[in-house]
Every structure is written in C-alpha cells, then in structure tokens.
C-alpha cells in the first residue's frame, strides 16, 4: 500500500489522547501533579525534561504499565482508565528495546500478531510490509545478536508498529545511539511519521532532539507541565525561567524593574550593571519588582575592547546592554565559536558567535559583549 494510502487509512483511524487531571502517587512522593494535556489525533508530541521529572511515567500511564492515582485518560473519546495494557490500541518502543534475544528478527516482529491470534495468512505479509517500512526486511531471519544498536531500535520500532497502534509511545529510544546514528534515526523516525500519520508521543531529556522532531513540545518539570507549544515558540517565548533555561543556553542575571525610557525600553538596574529591555518584555511587572534577565548566548555580539566603545559609561549614568572582560575560556563548535568571558563587574557570561562573524580577539583577551534590548527576556524571581 503506497504511504500516502497508509497516512490516511491511519488518520481516520483516530489517535487524540485527553489527559484530565491525571495525578500519580508512589507512597508519599507524588511524581505526576494533576496533569492536563490534550494530544491531537496524528501528532508528534514529545515530553521533554530532567531526568526524575515525570515524564516517563506519565508514558507509562498513557500504556497502562502504571494506573492513575486520580485523573482520566481518553484515547478517541473512550475511557482507557481502567484497560490493561494489552487491551489498548497503544504500542510502546522501550528505551532497552526488549527483544527476545532467541527469536529472529521476523519472529521478534510478528510476537504481538500471535498473541492478538492473527490468522498466520497475515502474519507473513505484516510482518514483510513493516519490516520494509524500516528497512529491515534483508535482517529478517538474524538474531538480535548479530544486529547493531540502530537496527535493533528499527526491530523494536517494526514490532510496535505491526500491530497498527493509534498511538505509538516511545520512550527515550535512541539513548544508546551514538550522535551519527542518532541524528539518522530522527530523519527516519520524522519520515516514518509523516507516512504513517500515527499520533506518537516522545519522551527525551534531550532538548534539541524534542526541538529537531516535534509538532509540539510539552516541557515537565517536578510532575507539572511547564509550557506546551511548539519548538520556536518554546525557544523564543519560554513561559518562565525554567523553560527558558533548559531549553537552550541563557545567562541569567538577578535585576530589578527600573524606568521606562524614550524609545519604548525599560532599564533594569542589576548588582553590577544596568540592562535595558522592551516594554514589551517587562509587560505586569510594576516599577521595584524583582525580576530575573536572561540572555542567549547566540544574542551577544563579542568584539575587542576598544578606548572609543560606543554605548561607555559617560554623564547619563552607567553602561546598558554593554560590558567588558577578559576572556577565559574559547571553544570551536563547528558553526559557532563558543567565548566564556569573565565581566569585569559581574559574573561570567557565555556568548556564542557565528564562524564568519568571530573576531581576532583570544583567550587571556580583553572583549566588549553588547547586546540589543530585544534579546533580554524577564521572568518572575521564581
């Protein structure tokens, strides 16, 4: 059956999941707070956060490996609360993969066909189909064993995926992949995706793995969903400081709500300096409140310190959006040339040039970083 045939076929099939205040208690430590979350039929949804902040358990939910303590989950408008696993129209890829290590690679894949008592004239071709779908039908006959890390997740995607789910879960199932295959495997998945239309949810603590896959992202942290939107939404807009520090790299600073200024900015007196922000940025906070600034690294522009830098201390006052310092530390990244810059009156802060904009200036060299008034975000003293 041709792909597009196969996304459309899957679509009408279904796939949303309604997540309703979905809480999770092991003892007296709660690891899910009162979850609300709605999956849109045919979505590529990823769960990302720290390690222990409930993601995968959420997942595990959602598979019915781990019952609600209270809450309601609906797939299509049915209750799946109280369905065991096996019962759900959900398949689930393992971080580990969990392959029976004595059955060949067709067998591994036709397992779940057999316990859904599918009628062998099926089977063969089923399993035939997927494996193609994953480029695995050469390796149909060898053991795990004798298969690589990457094709052995290919098996485990291929096993989920025969039994046609309405929503595919994977959990973390590139870990164990190094950065070559990795990044391979998330072109595969994204295209397997878009041929399928399946609903997958994706649980990573890898941040730019959820921004590269995901039609929307739902950051977690402590059991709580932090903000649900899509990569650049999250990226450019995160809803508060912890989002907004572990998605990406900032350089935080603790700052206070100062004057409005012509031209539609805000200073922000700090310890150290004063910062100057958009209205917009500081829109309901009120003048003293205090206030946490943060700037990305990839928003500073770093140059040799000069005797006639614009934007000095003079007679208005001191310095906005401008600094000076030594650098300390200087890394190539491929694209970008990575500076650590130790403030003359401040902290250290990290900037990170384009190779084709980075300057002369070293390690052990004295920079100026300046930066614009839009690329300071504000967030509450959390």
Known sequence: MPAQHRAQDTAHAGGALSLRG??????EHTAIRGVDLEVRAG???????????????????????????NGEIELDGEDLTELPPFRRPVNTVF???????????AENVAYGLKRAKVSRK???????????????????????????????????????????????????????????????????????????GLTFVFVTHDQ???????????????????????????????????????????????ATIG??????????PTAHTTLEATAEAVAGFSSGARVRAAIRPESIRLAPETAAASNSA???????????????????????????VRLDHGPEVLARVPFAAATDVGEG??????????????????
């Open 208 to 254: 730019q793995e959820a921004l590269a896959m995901s039609d929307r992202i739902v950051v977690m942290s402590e059991g709580e969903i932090q903000q649900v939107g899509g990569a650049e939404e999250i990226y450019q807009r995160p809803a508060n400081s912890f989002v907004a520090g572990f998605i990406g790299k900032q350089n935080f600073v603790d």
């Open 314 to 340: 003079g007679a208005d006052g001191p310095a906005t959006n401008s600094s000076t310092g030594v650098i300390v530390g200087e890394s190539f990244l491929g694209d970008v040339v990575q500076y650590l």
């Open 122 to 196: 099926e089977i063969g071709p089923r399993v035939a189909e997927t494996l193609e779908m994953v480029r695995m039908r050469d390796f149909a006959e060898r053991k795990p064993a004798m298969l690589s890390g990457g094709q052995q997740q290919r098996v485990a995607l291929a096993r989920a995926l025969v039994n046609r789910p309405r929503v595919l879960l994977l959990d973390e199932p590139m870990s164990a992949l190094d950065r070559k295959l990795r990044e391979e495997t998330q072109l595969e998945l994204i295209k397997l995706h878009t041929e399928l």
């Open 95 to 105: 971080q580990s993969y969990a392959l029976f290590p004595h059955l060949t690679v």
């Open 365 to 382: 060299e004295r920079a100026r970083l300046s930066w614009d008034p839009d690329a300071v975000q504000v967030f509450g003293d959390e």
């Open 22 to 27: 979905v809480r999770k208690q092991f003892g």
């Open 43 to 69: 979505e590529f949804l990823s769960l990302l956060g720290p390690s222990g902040c409930g993601k995968t358990t959420l997942l595990r939910m959602i598979a019915g490996f781990e019952q609600p303590t």
């Open 259 to 268: 004057e409005a200024r012509d031209g539609g900015t805000v200073t922000l």
